[in-house]
């Protein structure tokens, strides 16, 4: 049984930077896609990134892109997700989500992933 395990948020100031830490188990990861998605108070979850576990191919929701870099640990079946430059409009929920690659068309939506953690508060305040 896959098991997905986030870490590494908290309060921070705008501009500030954090690393959130997804510990992935229960399975062999290759042929996976592992993701972030994020959900603010009040409005839907959505994508933030994610990482193909085998060839390590990235994508980024616009309103991250060049803030935040996602990356994975093979060794340590880890996904990190580097946020830097982090605005209030951040603020919300962190999950990370696994998907076998052949559920997934971009990994984008939050229906392709069968797996999911807890989720991290991340805080940004102004």
């Known amino acids: 049984q896959v098991h997905l395990e986030e870490s590494g948020g908290g309060l921070v100031q705008a501009g500030d930077s954090l690393t959130l830490t997804c510990v992935a188990s229960?399975?062999?990861?290759?042929?996976?896609?592992l993701g972030w998605f994020r959900q603010a108070p009040g409005k839907q979850r959505e994508f933030v990134s994610r990482?193909?576990?085998?060839?390590?191919?990235?994508r980024y929701a616009d309103s991250v892109k060049d803030r935040f870099t996602i990356s994975r640990d093979n060794a340590k079946n880890i996904v990190y997700l580097q946020m830097n430059g982090l605005k209030p409009e951040d603020t919300a929920v962190y999950y990370c989500?696994?998907?076998?690659?052949?559920?997934?068309?971009?990994?984008?939506?939050?229906?392709?992933?069968?797996?999911w953690g807890q989720g991290t508060q991340v805080t940004v305040s102004s």
């Open positions: 989500a696994a998907a076998r690659v052949t559920d997934v068309v971009l990994g984008t939506r939050g229906n392709e992933y069968a797996y």
């Open positions: 229960g399975h062999t990861f290759s042929g996976y896609s």
């Open positions: 990482i193909m576990w085998s060839g390590g191919t990235t």
